[in-house]
């Protein structure tokens, strides 16, 4: 291929477009491309900052569900509590209650009586008091003796036994004389 001569005024021409379009180029990268390159950086930055948000707003909704979950759980735990006192002084109701309960299990004569009562210190708890209670049997047998104390635990959520002695009846090695001490719950009214 055969280059033609070209004039000096045509080499002038030329090395000036050149440089025209080698600025051109430049002034398209620096001025046009470079704030648009830019600003898709900082778009992009965006989205992954906000994406990062949107998944852990997931997260904190999934945990408010479930904590709105355990909220309602706990409200009717605390309502059927609530509804297992009776009205009145628990030391009206408690001890029939007792001996109502074991009887039930042909556990008779069964007595129960207070021995202590304080409230609570923490100040939601303020409404509450504990009784502490001493429930005497004097005469029980073993099996129906055990079958009632697993069933008073289950039957009565708000009670818990601290403190069980047995003593053997001298006149008839069958039966048990039993105290037992036990705490319970109750709501003030």
Known sequence: ?????????????????????????????????GPLQKSRDTTLARIDEMQKKIDGSKGEMSKAGNLERQAKDATARFASLKALIPDGAPIAWFPPRMKTFFAADQIDKASARLESNTSFKQAELSSWSKYNWIIELPQADFVALGKSIADLENAEPLLSITKLSVHVVTTDSQFQQVGIAATTVIEKR
Do not use: C, E, R, W
């Open 1 to 33: 291929m055969k280059i033609p001569n070209l004039s000096s005024d045509q080499i002038k021409k030329l090395v000036l477009s050149a440089m025209g379009f080698v600025f051109l180029l430049y002034v398209y990268f620096t001025f046009f491309l």
